[in-house]
C-alpha cells in the first residue's frame, strides 16, 4: 500500500493535499447536532439516484408508445428491475426530504448569513436544477399523470406575455407532450442536468470549506492562543471532519437506509404520495385524471399557482408567485439584517416567524396535493369547500410571503431583542 500511495503520489502530487484540506485538516465545529445529517444524507442520495438510473436506462426507450411498456418490462421481467425502480422513485422523494432539511436547518442557525452568502445561493441553484431534473424524470414512465402533469406543467410558460405560446411549443417540441418532449427530457434528466447538479455541488462544498461550517449556536470558531491545547494554530472548538465526522454520518446513513429500505419493501408507493395511482396506467390524451397535481415535493409551489388569482385576464401573477417564493428564499442573506444568526439567540419575534413559515409550507403542500379539498366537505359538511379551500390557501400564501416581509421590517429597523451570544461555542472541553 506504502508504494502505491507513492506510485499515485509521484503522478498526482496534489491529491494527497487535497484531500487533506478537505477532510483530515478541515475542522467543523464539536457541537453538531442531528441537524447537521442531512448535508451528507443528500450526497448519499445522490449518488443513490444516479447509479440506479444508470441502471434503469438501459432497459428504458424514449418513445411515446414504448415509454410505459418499457417500464413495465423494468419492473416484470428484468431480474431486480423492480428494486432498481424503485429505489430510484423513493430515492426522488427521499432527496427532497433531506434538501427541505438541510435548507430549514440553514435557515434556523443562520447558516445563509455573513460569510456564507454565495454557500447559501449555490445551496439555492442546486434546489432549482433538482426541481428540474426532478419534473422531467416525472414524465419519462409516461404514466398518464405524467402526460397530464407535463402539459399543465409547460403550459404555464404560455401566460408570458407574446412569447409563451411559441415557448411552449418549443419546449414540448410539438402541440402536446409527445416523441419530441420524451427525448429532450431524457437527454436533460440524463445528462445534461445532472452534469450540471454535481458541478453544484462541488462548488457548494468548496466554497463552504473556503469559509467553514456554521453551528447551531452560530459563532466562528475561535483560533490563536486558545486554540488546541497540542497545537495553537488549530481551534480547540473544533474537530478534524474526517475521521470524527465522517464516523458519525455513517451512523445517520444507517438509519437512514433503514428508513428507505422500510419504504422500498413494504411501502414503495407510500398511499399515492411518491407514486401517484394514476401513474400506473398508460398516457391518454382523451382521459383526463381526477385530480391532477404534481408530486409531493411541488405542491406548496403549485399552490401558490393556484391560489393567486387570474388580473387583466391572465394567469401570469400566479406564475410569479410560484417563482418567487423560491426567489424569496435566495433572497434570505440581504432580507435578513439581524446580526444573531442562530435561533438559540434570537428574538421571540424570529421563532414565532419560523414557526409560521413552516405551518404555511406543510399547509400549501396539503392545498397543493388536494389534501384539504377533501377534508374539508368531512369537516365542514354542506359548505362551498372550493370557497374555504381557496380562502384556506390564500391565507396560507400571505402567511408565507408575510415571513420574508416580516424578517426584513424586524431585523432592518432595529425590532429584534437578542439573547448574549457565547464567545466560543459551547459542548467543548
Do not use: C
Not at 450526497?43 to 417500464?71: H, P
Not at 421481467?77 to 435548507?103: C, K, N, P, Q
Not at 422500510?262 to 381526477?290: K, M, Q, R
Not at 428564499?329 to 446580526?339: S, V
Amino acid at each position: 500500500m506504502a508504494n502505491l500511495f507513492d506510485w499515485v503520489n509521484e503522478r498526482a502530487p496534489n491529491l494527497a493535499p487535497t484531500f487533506r484540506k478537505h477532510m483530515t485538516e478541515y475542522y467543523a465545529p464539536k457541537n453538531f447536532n442531528l441537524w447537521y445529517y442531512f448535508g451528507s444524507l443528500a450526497i448519499l442520495v445522490l449518488v443513490n439516484q444516479i447509479v440506479t438510473g444508470i441502471f434503469l436506462t438501459m432497459n428504458y426507450k424514449t418513445s411515446a408508445l414504448e415509454a410505459f411498456n418499457s417500464v413495465e418490462y423494468i419492473m416484470r421481467d428484468v431480474e431486480w428491475g423492480w428494486l432498481i425502480r424503485y429505489m430510484h422513485s423513493t430515492g426522488a422523494s427521499l432527496f427532497f426530504v433531506v434538501v427541505f432539511l438541510h435548507m430549514f436547518r440553514g435557515i434556523m442557525y443562520g447558516s445563509f448569513k455573513r460569510p456564507r452568502e454565495l454557500v447559501w445561493i449555490l445551496g439555492m441553484l442546486i434546489f432549482l436544477v433538482l426541481m428540474a431534473e426532478a419534473f422531467m424524470g416525472y414524465v419519462l414512465p409516461w404514466g398518464n399523470m405524467s402526460f397530464w402533469g407535463a402539459k399543465v406543467i409547460i403550459s404555464l410558460f404560455g401566460t408570458i406575455p407574446y412569447i409563451g405560446p411559441g415557448l411552449v411549443e418549443w419546449i414540448m417540441g410539438d402541440f402536446l407532450p409527445a416523441d419530441a418532449t420524451l427525448n429532450r427530457f431524457f437527454a436533460l434528466h440524463v445528462i445534461a442536468l445532472p452534469l450540471v447538479l454535481l458541478l453544484l455541488v462541488v462548488l457548494h462544498l468548496a466554497a463552504l470549506h473556503e469559509v467553514g461550517s456554521n453551528n447551531p449556536d452560530g459563532v466562528d470558531v475561535k483560533h490563536g492562543p486558545k486554540g488546541n491545547r497540542w497545537d495553537a494554530s488549530k481551534p480547540l472548538d473544533a474537530i478534524p471532519f474526517h475521521p470524527y465526522y465522517t464516523v458519525k454520518d455513517l451512523v445517520g446513513v444507517g438509519f437512514f437506509l433503514l428508513i428507505a429500505a422500510f419504504i422500498i419493501f413494504f411501502a414503495p408507493t407510500f398511499g399515492g404520495w411518491f407514486l401517484e395511482h394514476d401513474n400506473f396506467t398508460p398516457a391518454n390524451n382523451l382521459v383526463t385524471p381526477t385530480h391532477i397535481k404534481p408530486s409531493w415535493y411541488f405542491t406548496p409551489f403549485y399552490a401558490i399557482l393556484r391560489m393567486i388569482p387570474s388580473f387583466f385576464g391572465t394567469a401570469i401573477w400566479g406564475v410569479i408567485g410560484m417563482f418567487g417564493s423560491i426567489l424569496m428564499l435566495a433572497l434570505l442573506p440581504w432580507l435578513d439584517r439581524g446580526e444573531v444568526r442562530s435561533v438559540r439567540f434570537r428574538g421571540m419575534g424570529y421563532r414565532i416567524a419560523l414557526a409560521v413559515l413552516v405551518i404555511s409550507f406543510l399547509s400549501l403542500g396539503a392545498v397543493g396535493a388536494g389534501v384539504t379539498a377533501e377534508l374539508i366537505p368531512e369537516w365542514f359538511p354542506g359548505a362551498d369547500a372550493t370557497t374555504l379551500e381557496n380562502a384556506f390557501g390564500r391565507i396560507m400564501t400571505l402567511a408565507y410571503f408575510g415571513f420574508f416581509i416580516f424578517i426584513w421590517v424586524y431585523t432592518h429597523f432595529g425590532l429584534e431583542k437578542t439573547k448574549p451570544v457565547p464567545e466560543r461555542v459551547t459542548m467543548h472541553d
